[in-house]
């Protein structure tokens, strides 16, 4: 079946960066691009970037311009985020979320990776 | 990019039809037919349970129905049942590969 796969949880000091994979299975990888998305403890869901799977264009929320980087493995399936210069308000739960107009027009996030929770801690 | 604006909580009985707003505005929810709806449990990945404002993915309870007028987007859940209860967030693009969420309505079945 369609699915994304996250890793488990991550904890890292303040200052660090952080590597996310999201591993993707049961479709096209290229006919899609995925979208990064992350929630606070007890917040909402947030924006951070989208990455075409196709040919690896990325857009990043303002916010994040400068501390994030989205990138692809082709051969492995798998989109990964890195956050760097991490604060202790990036503790967050990081999912990845398979959507955006590439090949297939969909405006929508249509499946899920589990997330991944990555605390910032000293 | 600010987030759209949805009510904190809303509340309904069992059988009762309860409607969730989203306000955005002409550069995102007003400009795009791309308005999406998203479930959460706590402690859950979200679900899709609405996109391109009106259609629902297989699986999906018709139960779910969405719209839009100018530049607020709605999703109006009819015949709640408990399973209902969680979180709601609405997703519009907002041009050149960015989109936007709103910050979250909390349902609660009585």
């Known amino acids: 079946q369609v699915q994304l796969v996250q890793p488990g949880p991550e904890v890292k000091k303040p200052g660090a960066s952080v590597k996310v994979s999201c591993k993707a299975s049961?479709?096209?990888?290229?006919?899609?691009?995925v979208s990064w998305v992350r929630q606070a403890p007890g917040q909402g869901l947030e924006w951070m970037g989208w990455i075409n799977a196709y040919n690896g264009n990325t857009i990043y929320a303002q916010k994040f311009q400068g501390r994030l980087t989205t990138t692809t493995d082709t051969s492995m399936l798998t989109v990964y985020m890195e956050l760097r210069n991490l604060r202790s308000d990036d503790t967050a739960v990081y999912y990845c979320?398979?959507?955006?107009?590439?090949?297939?027009?969909?405006?929508?996030?249509?499946?899920w990776g589990q997330g991944t929770t990555v605390t910032v801690s000293s | 990019q600010s987030a759209l604006t949805q009510p904190r909580s809303v509340s309904g009985s069992p059988g009762q039809s309860v409607t969730i707003s989203c306000t955005g505005t002409?550069?995102?929810?007003?400009?795009?037919?791309?308005v999406s709806w998203y479930q959460q449990y706590p402690g859950k990945a979200p679900k899709l349970m609405i996109y391109d404002v009106t259609k629902r993915p297989s699986g999906v309870p018709d139960r779910f129905s969405g719209s839009k007028s100018g530049n607020t987007a709605s999703l109006t859940i009819s015949g709640l049942q408990s399973e209902d209860e969680a979180d709601y967030y609405c997703c519009s693009y907002a041009g050149s590969y960015a989109w936007v969420f709103g910050g979250g309505t909390k349902l609660t079945v009585l």
């Open positions: 979320a398979r959507g955006g107009p590439v090949v297939i027009p969909s405006y929508a996030m249509d499946v």
């Open positions: 049961g479709y096209t990888f290229n006919n899609y691009g």
């Open positions: 002409s550069s995102d929810v007003g400009g795009y037919n791309y």
